[in-house]
């Protein structure tokens, strides 16, 4: 039996939204193939049908998603784009997304497993924090390399407070990590 190319499609999109979310939980070694397919109510067939290897389906997880919560910001007026950071800075720092692992960010859940992938998935987590750096340097303060480099602090830091903050018992510490790195992130960012 043949499929339209439109049951293909919205096979493989449904794949790479259940998979995502099975990464991010379990990381790329948590989960095998025959997982990941059953995550998305598919065969393994299906699977492969869609994607060469897991670590493709990886490489797709980080396209789609790689700071997929910023790019609004690059649509704010430039007037607007350092309040816009700082709210959705609250909202990455907030104890829902350290503790919705599944529903979070990449960056924290998968850049480990992204550092022991292969070239292409590393050239595309390169290629998608490049953008992401990009959008979010002129919400900075400073001259053009200081946004940049203030850009690149503020990625860093989130990333590490969400990561910090869920590997501690949820309490006071974990939300300490979150409440400095906030304050450090609000601190770099346009009035």
Not at 29 to 42: E, P, R, T, Y
Not at 97 to 123: I, K, Y
Request: neutral net charge; charged residues 25%; aromatic residues 4%.
């Amino acid at each position: 039996m043949r499929y339209t190319k439109e049951h293909k499609v919205k096979a493989k999109e449904a794949i790479l939204r259940s998979a995502s979310r099975v990464l991010k939980r379990d990381g790329f070694n948590g989960i095998g193939v025959d997982g990941l397919a059953a995550s998305a109510n598919v065969t393994s067939g299906g699977f492969y049908s869609n994607f060469a290897t897991k670590e493709a389906l990886l490489e797709e997880v980080i396209s789609a998603e790689l700071g997929a919560m910023f790019a609004g910001i690059a649509d704010a007026d430039s007037s607007q784009r350092g309040q816009r950071l700082r709210e959705l800075m609250a909202i990455y720092l907030s104890d829902d997304h350290c503790q919705g692992v599944a529903d979070g960010c990449v960056m924290p859940s998968l850049s480990a497993d992204v550092s022991r992938a292969g070239a292409h998935v590393r050239d595309t987590y390169e290629r998608r924090m490049t953008e992401l750096v990009a959008i979010l340097a002129p919400a900075m303060t400073g001259t053009p390399q200081e946004q940049q480099q203030r850009a690149w602090t503020a990625v860093a830091t989130i990333v590490g407070a969400v990561t910090v903050a869920r590997a501690l018992p949820p309490g006071d510490a974990a939300r300490a990590v979150l409440d400095a790195a906030l304050t450090a992130v609000t601190g770099m960012t346009r009035r």
